[in-house]
């Protein structure tokens, strides 16, 4: 596994630099700020991107509104301080399944404070190895579902977090699209039934209600390795005329350059749960905007509350993104009624 080590100098090695500039400060500074000086404590993130994939490269960034950044930050700010009063330690399973274990085995062995989650995938995963350690989901789908957690409200057991959606957001992703594409006639939902939420049952029960009402058809389109994305896509570039949903999958984030190119390759308009596929040339997302609380729970964690007494928190905005340009390349004109409800219209 790739690690993030002093003696490997990188990008990302310049990136952790930055972040103990980001925490330069004094003892006397963060014992001021109320935290303990007993022993070195171990925070531990486990990521399915690449280390050098851009979303890792951004999420490291010397700001507190990078999720890994922001984490620091927020740290700092509580009294918490790299190199002095604690350590971070991050591993990635490459997007491999296969991984996975290996990541998780070698997380555990650092003996971590506190292990920080950026999916549903990796969160069990390192639930099924730990039951004592506590675990911080930075986002996650159907928790309870799931079985991390007994209620929203009173979590229980060593998991505690963040959610990143709802599976209402199903029908509104079909409403939004429809919008867009008025004249189509079918919708293909694309996902990894191993690595979406309930298979994709948890927004697919939603989408398909919201088709019933509208008298749009829906067509799953499962994928199960990257390979598979550029099939899967193709089909709905045939008649009759058709537009596509990209489901929260963490699959489809690490492979996400793939889909959008596909998406453009055959001319077929695509929804996403995340800005992540706009950034990445995609045609419009509507998903949470993005906001980094994760260094809440952690802080409170190292001083010793337990994970299970606190609540897990669901987003508190979303946000519409919309590319004209895409939209032209593909022979949309989005409505402007569609075009003022936009957070964001990118060009």
Request: aromatic share 6%.
């Amino acid at each position: 596994m790739q690690r993030i080590m002093t003696e490997r100098p990188s990008a990302l090695a310049v990136d952790r630099r930055g972040f103990i500039r980001l925490a330069g400060t004094t003892a006397a500074g963060w014992l001021a700020l109320g935290a303990t000086s007993d022993r070195m404590r171990v925070v531990a993130s486990l990521t399915a991107l690449p280390l050098d994939d851009e979303l890792t490269r951004r999420s490291m960034i010397d700001s507190p509104t990078s999720r890994l950044g922001g984490l620091i930050v927020g740290l700092r700010q509580r009294g918490w301080v790299e190199g002095v009063n604690y350590r971070f330690e991050l591993r990635s399973t490459f997007g491999a399944s296969d991984r996975l274990k290996t990541a998780v085995k070698e997380l555990l062995e650092l003996k971590p404070d506190v292990i920080l989650t950026g999916s549903t995938v990796e969160t069990a995963a390192v639930l099924e190895a730990t039951k004592t350690i506590p675990i911080v989901f930075a986002t996650a789908n159907d928790p309870v579902g799931n079985g991390f957690v007994q209620s929203l409200a009173h979590p229980g057991g060593n998991v505690t977090g963040f959610t990143n959606s709802t599976a209402e957001m199903g029908g509104k992703w079909l409403q939004l699209i429809r919008e867009a594409v008025p004249d189509l006639a079918r919708v293909g939902i694309l996902f990894n039934p191993a690595t979406t939420p309930r298979a994709g049952r948890f927004f697919l029960d939603s989408i398909e209600q919201e088709a019933a009402m509208s008298g749009v058809p829906v067509v799953a389109a499962p994928v199960n390795a990257p390979t598979d994305i550029d099939e899967a896509v193709r089909r709905f570039s045939e008649p009759p005329k058709a537009a596509m949903i990209a489901l929260v999958d963490s699959f489809l984030v690490v492979n996400r350059q793939a889909v959008v190119a596909a998406a453009a390759k055959y001319r077929v308009p695509t929804i996403y749960p995340f800005h992540y596929f706009m950034d990445a040339g995609g045609l419009m997302s509507y998903g949470p905007t993005l906001e980094v609380r994760s260094a809440d729970y952690v802080d409170l964690i190292l001083r010793g509350t337990k994970a299970g007494d606190l609540p897990v928190q669901s987003p508190r905005k979303y946000e519409l993104l919309i590319n004209r340009t895409v939209a032209r390349s593909l022979g949309l004109t989005i409505p402007f009624t569609l075009l003022a409800r936009a957070d964001e219209i990118r060009e």
